[in-house]
């Protein structure tokens, strides 16, 4: 017998959640896009989409955020530094991908520096993954040795029935454990069967990625400019991507006042390494093509044991030019050893 949770229990899901100073977040379709944003009831939730657009990690790391504000008069300079809001919040839906993204991402905002602005949001959050029951052709989890199901990030795993009537609820750390307790009268015991998790058929060998990019002879060869051809540096890979991180801050008004901003950043742009010199140690799209790859698979390794890719394919998904991550790394797999 496995707990479930019924689809018309929902609603007082939510509200039990609200009750207890919640907000409740799951994936939405709006405006022509799809992302996680507040949600009141259950019907507000697009559980259906593969995954939304744009990834989870907007929640935590958002495209622009201020952090500090500054005041300078004759007399003194007045800062006020500028928090997040400290709101406890339930992510409902979360696609193992995006769950993973965001254990992924972990080491990296603690490392040299303790990103407050990241690990407030990351405490004050339970992320309730779901299984997923369809994938498509982007879809390369396996890939990178994760799981349509896996529960990697997760505090919550659902995985839906196969009647479809609603979800088997399991907790996989101490906080998911406590968020169902606040809920425990709404569970069921039930023996319904999960629904299948899909076949994701491995579309590289990562172990090989690894390897050649690991051989220092293989920095400056000809295959990075042939493989990134069709690269016009939009960005759209890394603002999709849930792993991706890198940002820059800017202050932004005039002598007297303004505001200090922690801004996204992309390593596909070419002012992102630009000297104030004019100098670009990474001149051409090959170049920073290959910081990208070898970022994800090879120093993000280096440094904290993990790639930096969870293998959710919105990057070759939504590449204007049909271009992404799946085709570089295959090509790698292929070359000749
Ligand atoms: S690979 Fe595609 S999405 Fe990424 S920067 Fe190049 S053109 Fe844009
Ligand atoms: S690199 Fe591409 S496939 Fe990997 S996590 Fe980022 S967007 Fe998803």
């Not at 101490?174 to 809920?183: C, F, P, Q, Y």
């Not at 590289?204 to 069709?230: A, T």
């Not at 390494?273 to 004019?278: A, D, P, Q, R, W």
């Amino acid at each position: 017998m496995t707990r479930i949770l019924l689809k018309n229990k929902l609603d007082d899901c939510i509200a039990a959640w609200q009750k207890a100073g919640y907000s409740v977040l799951a994936p939405v379709q709006r405006h022509d896009m799809s992302s996680f944003d507040e949600v009141q009831k259950g019907s507000d939730m697009a559980l259906d989409l593969i995954l939304t657009e744009r990834t989870i990690k907007d929640q935590f790391f958002p495209q622009t955020e201020p952090l500090i504000k500054y005041n300078i008069s004759k007399k003194e300079i007045a800062s006020e530094t500028m928090t997040p809001p400290d709101k406890k919040r339930v992510f409902f839906g979360v696609r193992p991908c995006d769950a993973s993204g965001l254990a992924i991402d972990d080491p990296l905002f603690g490392w040299d520096y303790k990103d407050d602005y990241w690990f407030k949001r990351r405490e004050n959050s339970v992320i309730i993954s779901i299984a997923c029951t369809e994938a498509d052709d982007f879809c390369m989890c396996t890939s990178v040795k994760l799981s349509p199901d896996s529960t990697k990030g997760a505090d919550v795993m659902l995985r839906p029935l196969a009647n479809g009537n609603g979800w088997q609820v399991d907790a996989v750390s101490d906080r998911g454990t406590a968020l169902l307790e606040s809920v425990s009268s709404l569970l069921e015991e039930s023996s319904d069967e999960a629904a299948p998790v899909p076949q994701v058929a491995e579309k590289f060998d990562v172990e090989k990625v690894m390897e050649w990019l690991g051989d220092k002879e293989n920095f400056e060869s000809q295959f990075w400019k042939d493989i990134s051809m069709r690269c016009i540096g939009c960005g759209s890979c890394t603002f999709l991507c849930p792993t991706c991180h890198c940002f820059d801050i800017q202050d932004e008004g005039d002598t007297y006042q303004g505001i200090r901003r922690k801004n996204w950043d992309s390593c596909s742009f070419a002012l992102f390494t630009m000297h104030t010199s004019g100098h670009n140690p990474r001149n051409a799209q090959s170049t920073r093509w290959r910081q990208r790859i070898m970022h994800k698979f090879n120093y993000y390794r280096g440094k904290f044991g993990v790639n930096s890719c969870s293998g959710c394919g919105r990057c070759t998904r939504q590449c204007p030019v049909d271009m992404g991550i799946t085709e570089t790394l295959q090509a790698i797999t292929n070359l000749p050893r």
